[in-house]
Antibody, heavy 115, light 107 residues
Framework: QVQLQQWGAGLLKPSETLSLTCAVSGESLSGYFWTWIRQSPGKGLEWIAEINHSGKTNYNPALKSRVIVSVDTSKKQVSLNLTTVTAADTAVYYC?????????WGQGILVTVSS | IVMTQSPATLSVSPGERATLSCRASQSVNSDLAWYQQKPGQAPRLLIYGTSTRATGISARFSGSGSGTVFTLTISSLQSEDFAVYYCHQYYSGPPYTFGQGTKLEIK
């Protein structure tokens, strides 16, 4: 059974960098893209980026200049970095097994950006 | 691609059928998924490929449509079905886009 466990800082100040990690258990990273999505009250669900086991990435053009996703195959982890955050980046951030439909999802991390 | 769900809120009595709609601004072929989200939880995949139920999903959930118009039908609503439902197109992107959600509430 595939499980995704997320962690990372939940409170940031404006201009800081958001860093989240998603650990995958019960499944190989190979054969899938691993996707980051966020959910905020104002914008609903927003697809951020995805990465596969070999490091191929796809980014949301609206966020591409600030987003870096990476993969550590030895640890079976994927990571999200979002630079220069503002209050508009306040959201619950999820990782999910993707490439097409998204299943399963991690538990989500609420990230709040506030001075 | 903009995904538009209707209605925003749907009030239905337990035991009745609910029909949720999702419209795409351009064709997404059959690359359409539905998710259920309950308060404080991550979304859960219900349907992918327009009409294929995900593992463990009750046969009360069915999906239909193609191109730009899609429907999620929940027959004989149970108490655990009252939640928010999202459609998601993965045909064209990035970004792959979601609808704004339909809240299914008890009438």
């Amino acid at each position: 059974q595939v499980q995704l466990q997320q962690w990372g800082a939940g409170l940031l100040k404006p201009s800081e960098t958001l860093s989240l990690t998603c650990a995958v258990s019960g499944e190989s990273l190979s054969g899938y893209f691993w996707t980051w999505i966020r959910q905020s009250p104002g914008k609903g669900l927003e697809w951020i980026a995805e990465i596969n086991h070999s490091g191929k990435t796809n980014y949301n053009p609206a966020l591409k200049s600030r987003v870096i996703v990476s993969v550590d195959t030895s640890k079976k982890q994927v990571s999200l970095n979002l630079t220069t955050v503002t209050a508009a980046d306040t959201a619950v951030y999820y990782c999910a097994r993707g490439g097409s439909s998204l299943d399963p999802w991690g538990q989500g991390i609420l990230v709040t950006v506030s001075s | 691609i903009v995904m538009t769900q209707s209605p925003a809120t749907l009030s239905v009595s337990p035991g009745e059928r609910a029909t949720l709609s999702c419209r795409a601004s351009q064709s997404v072929n059959s690359d359409l998924a539905w998710y259920q989200q309950k308060p404080g939880q991550a979304p859960r995949l219900l349907i992918y490929g327009t009409s294929t139920r995900a593992t463990g999903i009750s046969a009360r959930f069915s999906g239909s449509g193609s191109g730009t118009v899609f429907t999620l039908t929940i027959s004989s609503l149970q108490s655990e079905d009252f939640a928010v439902y999202y459609c998601h197109q993965y045909y064209s992107g990035p970004p792959y886009t979601f609808g704004q959600g339909t809240k299914l509430e008890i009438k």
